[in-house]
C-alpha cells in the first residue's frame, strides 16, 4: 500500500455500492446476462467464475452456522470444533486466489484495457481491506477458542461473528465489482489475447 495514492473513501470497499460509472464503459456493452452464452466465454473465464461462486457459497455457509451460534442452536464448544476446516479451507482459498490474481492476472488485464487501470487500484485496494479482515476473522477465531466458561465464549464469540459478517459483505462486494471490471474485457479482447499478454 506504501507509495501509492490513496483512493477516496467513497472507492473503498466499505463504502463503495459498485464500480464507479466511468468504469461501465465496457460493462456497458457486456451486462451480466449476456456472459454465459457469449462466443468469447472461456474455460479460464468460466473457472475464474464458478471459483468465485465457491467462495460465495462457503463464506454464506460459515455466516449461517454464526448465526445459528448467535441464535443459541449450537453450543460453543461444538461450534468452535466444526468451524475451523471450513473456515482454514476459505482463507487458504482465497490467500491462494489474491495472489494469482495479483501477480498472474490483473497485470495483463492493465496492459490490455489501460482506461480501467483505476479499477485495478479498486480491486488491490480491496484484497489489502479483505486480509486485514481475514486476519481480524483469525484473530477472533483464537481468542474465542481460547476462551474458557460459557460467559466468555459466548463474549468472544459474538466478536467472531461480527468480524466474520464484515469479511463475507467486503467479499461479496471485491467479488461482484471484480467481475464486472474484468468478464467483459476477456469477452471483448478474447482469452488468448489477453492472457497472451507479458507474462
Ligand atoms: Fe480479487
Ligand atoms: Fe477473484
Not at 467462495?55 to 466444526?82: M, V, Y
Amino acid at each position: 500500500m506504501a507509495g501509492k495514492t490513496k483512493l477516496p473513501d467513497d472507492l473503498l470497499i466499505d463504502k463503495r455500492k459498485g464500480l464507479p460509472e466511468a468504469l461501465k464503459f465496457l460493462f456497458a456493452d457486456y451486462p451480466r446476462d449476456i456472459w454465459r452464452k457469449h462466443k468469447n466465454m472461456g474455460e479460464l473465464t468460466t473457472f475464474w467464475l464458478s471459483r468465485h461462486d465457491q467462495f460465495r457459497r462457503a463464506a454464506t455457509t460459515l455466516n449461517a452456522n454464526n448465526q445459528a451460534f448467535l441464535e443459541g442452536q449450537i453450543d460453543p464448544k461444538t461450534f468452535s470444533h466444526n468451524m475451523v476446516p471450513g473456515f482454514n479451507a476459505l482463507l487458504g482459498g482465497l490467500t491462494e486466489h489474491h495472489t494469482m490474481e495479483d501477480h498472474h492476472y490483473f497485470p495483463k488485464f492493465r496492459v490490455v484495457e489501460p482506461k480501467l487501470a483505476r479499477g485495478f487500484e479498486i480491486l488491490d485496494e480491496d484484497h489489502h481491506a479483505l486480509h486485514a479482515a481475514i486476519e481480524n476473522v483469525a484473530q477472533t477465531a483464537n481468542n474465542f477458542m481460547q476462551s474458557e466458561g460459557r460467559d466468555n465464549l459466548l463474549r468472544t464469540g459474538d466478536k467472531f461473528v461480527d468480524a466474520n459478517a464484515k469479511l463475507l459483505a467486503f467479499l461479496m462486494r471485491h467479488l461482484e465489482d471484480e467481475e464486472d471490471l474484468i468478464v467483459p474485457i476477456l469477452l471483448d479482447r478474447s482469452e488468448a489475447t489477453v492472457m497472451g499478454q507479458g507474462h
